[in-house]
Structures are given as C-alpha cells and as structure tokens.
C-alpha cells in the first residue's frame, strides 16, 4: 500500500433506515435519514475523533465502517480496497484488522463466558495460534490494559464497569488490528474511571501504532485523544480540523455553540466565556430541513441556507485540511445575533 493512500477512506457514505407501515401490506412509507453522505480519511497510526449530539448518526458510522450494518449508498475503502458491499468471504480477511469497541460495557459482554474465553473468542473464530498457545496471548492481552492476567477465569459479574471496558480493549486488541472503532466508550463509566480507560486506549495507540475512530459527545475527552476532529450534525459532517485548530478557530456555528458549552475554568479576574444556547430542537431525520440542516437553529441562517445544501470545502482563511460545510462561516470576531440566549459559563 502506497505511504499515500490512507488506511481508511469513506465517500458519500450513506445509511437511511426505512420504516415500515400499513396494514395488512407493510410497506415503506418513509425513511430515518441516519447518516447522509459522509466523507473523510483516517491514516495509519491516526486517531480521528467523531464528535456531535445524540441521534446525529455517529454509533451508525461506526458500525457501518465495521460492516455490522449495511450501507445504502456510498463507499467504504480500506487500504485502497472496496469493502462497501463485500459479502462474508471478503471481508474475513479485513475482519481481523477492523474492531470495535462498544459503548456499553455491560451488554457488550457475555456474561455465560469466562474472562479468558471472550478475550480468546476473536482468535477461535479466526482460527489464529499464537506462539506459546491462546491462553498465554489472553493472560499477556490482560496485563496490557492493566488487568491481572490471574482473573482468566472469571466471569464478567465479578468486574466493575471500568474493568469490564478493559477487557472489551484487550477483546479488541487479540487480533492486533490496525483500525479500532471505539464508540463511546468511557460514556458509561464514572468520570474518575473515563480519564483511566482513555490513557489506556492513547498508551495502546502509541505503543501498537493503531488508528482509531473515536466516537463521543463529550468534546474535552476527544480534544485529549484526537489528533483530527469531525463535527456531525443531523447525519453530515459539518466540520473536519485539526485538534487545535478546531477548538481555536471553529468556523462552523454549530461547532462554535458546542465549544460555548465545554466548561472552562478560569481565573477570578478573567472574564467569563459567553455561553451560546440554540433554540429550538434537533429537526426529525426522518423529514430533515432543506439546503443547510442546521439552518432552524442558526442565527445565520438565509433564504440560500434553504435553498443549497453548503458543501464541506476549504474555506477561505482556513488552514490545509479545515473543511466547513457553511455558506457563512465564523471569524475570530464573529459576534453572535441577538436571537440567541447567553449565559456565562463558570
């Protein structure tokens, strides 16, 4: 593979869900638009983070990357080759370099299933024998994520929220994988467990060189593990950056309202951050506004927010590689209108 070609790239990925109604005959009547023609790259060795409200489409994009859903249009290329609509056969060979990690680390485990015989799984089913037998590679793979390699055979219940997450890590990472999917995956810990479990996914990134796609709402934890960031609204990507320089020049108003609201802290003297607070809700992705999704909520927003779709390009005054899908994009000075409700973030 070409040092240019990059590990992962999505174009135009699509996944609407239909719904069904009618009696007797069910048929279609309409659609869930969850994700609407995404488009980006992750490199090798790269931790890309996927950020944006609930319901936006950011667990579908996980999954349908891992293939456990199938796309209705689109394309998905893993290092140069076409995986978007391969059936079992193909994918075996990619299955063991693309794993996910799931959000829930409680339901992702099977709680009839020892420790050992859940990390050993992945290796079963690809009917890998690594040197000196699976339970060694299992009982290594446990000391990697800070487990001790003695609780082999115990069983899920006898692990706190945190431990059972870590073994999820040490599952994904028993077929050496060069892509993990994590979706969300410390939003269900307590916050004192979520800053372990996330150093432990950076130290496996740096140590093993693997990519990751890091899904989360929560933008302080995907400023701390993400070289790029992508910001989804309503099933599009409305904003791709640079860490910083997302977080320091947002250019789109919905990542400029989402950054209003991470909290702050801040000397006395400092003067307090302005709060931006959208009005009105998330519009149904089952009838989603025209031109511009997010033109209901923006105070932006014109006759041509409704009428063109902005596309996701190189705006003027960004840096290489800062795409906005925004017809009127943010500046440093930008001031916000006088429809919106402030408050000052602690």
Not at 48 to 63: D, I, N, P, Y
Not at 91 to 115: C, G, K, W
Not at 120 to 131: F, K, Q, S, T
Not at 174 to 185: F, G, R, T, Y
Request: glycine share 8%; with cysteine.
């Amino acid at each position: 593979m070409s040092s240019t070609t990059p590990l992962l790239d999505v174009s135009g990925l699509t996944k609407h869900f239909p719904i069904k109604g009618g009696f007797p005959i069910r048929r279609t009547v309409g659609h869930v638009q969850a994700v609407d023609g995404l488009d980006f790259q992750v490199n090798e060795g790269e931790s890309l983070g996927l950020v944006g409200e609930s319901g936006c489409g950011k667990s579908t994009t996980g999954r349908l990357i891992t293939r456990l859903l199938e796309p209705t249009a689109g394309k998905i290329s893993y290092q140069g080759k076409d995986i978007t609509h391969a059936n079992r056969k193909q994918l075996a060979p990619v299955r063991s370099e693309i794993q996910m990690i799931f959000q829930d680390p409680y339901a992702s485990l099977n709680p009839r299933h020892t420790v050992g015989k859940i990390i050993a799984g992945p290796m079963e089913i690809n009917d890998i024998n690594p040197a000196g037998g699976r339970e060694k590679r299992v009982r290594e793979l446990l000391e990697i994520v800070g487990l001790n390699p003695e609780h082999y055979n115990r069983f899920p219940h006898e692990f706190s929220g945190g431990q059972r997450q870590r073994i999820g890590v040490a599952r994904a990472l028993a077929l050496e994988p060069k892509l993990i999917v994590a979706d969300e995956p410390v939003s269900a810990l307590d916050v004192s467990i979520q800053a372990q479990v996330v150093n432990l996914l950076q130290k496996v990134q740096q140590e093993l060189g693997i990519a990751f796609l890091f899904i989360a709402h929560d933008l302080a934890v995907v400023r701390h593990f993400s070289q790029r960031v992508a910001v989804m609204y309503l099933g599009k990507i409305v904003e791709i950056a640079d860490r910083d320089d997302l977080y320091e020049n947002p250019r789109h108003p919905y990542t400029r309202a989402l950054l209003s609201a991470v909290p702050e802290a801040t000397a006395d003297d400092t003067p307090a951050r302005e709060r931006i607070r959208l009005k009105g809700d998330v519009p149904s992705p089952i009838n989603p506004p025209s031109g511009c999704r997010f033109r209901t909520r923006c105070w932006k927003a014109t006759d041509k927010c409704a009428s063109e779709a902005p596309p996701l390009v190189q705006v003027e005054g960004n840096k290489p590689g800062h795409l906005t899908a925004c017809h009127y994009p943010e500046t440093h000075e930008a001031t916000t209108a006088p429809v919106l409700s402030k408050e000052p973030v602690a």
